[in-house]
């Protein structure tokens, strides 16, 4: 199983980027894909989540409204558009999914609020 993000970068406040996630070493189609994030000095939190069956989506609160997360099961990719971007975004970001009950982890990419 890997998982690879791209996307992260500097970004003022308001405005937006788009994360991605390309997932290989197993049937990405039947698994639910989730983001998380950690900022410095805190712990890792789950910011969102979509199911395999469906594309059923769920959100963090403090993202609510303002981040969508999406799967093209055609080109095995997750994604995160993040509009409305605030300080508080400010971290590294992570894909993830769970396995035959095995968690696998991307290797993270920074995302950075600031004017």
């Known amino acids: 199983v890997q998982l690879v993000e791209s996307g992260g970068g500097l970004v003022q406040p308001g405005g937006s980027l788009r994360l991605s996630c390309a997932a290989s070493g197993f049937t990405f189609s039947i698994y639910d894909m989730n983001w998380y994030r950690q900022a410095p000095g805190k712990e890792r939190e789950l910011v969102a989540v979509?199911?395999?069956?469906?594309?059923?989506?769920n959100y963090a609160d403090s993202v609510k409204g303002r981040f969508t997360i999406s799967r093209d099961n055609a080109k095995n990719t997750v994604y995160l558009q993040m509009n409305s971007l605030k300080p508080e975004d400010t971290a590294v970001y992570y894909c993830n999914t769970r396995v035959r009950g095995r968690p696998y982890w991307g290797q993270g990419t920074q995302v950075t609020v600031s004017s």
């Open positions: 979509i199911s395999s069956v469906g594309g059923i989506t």
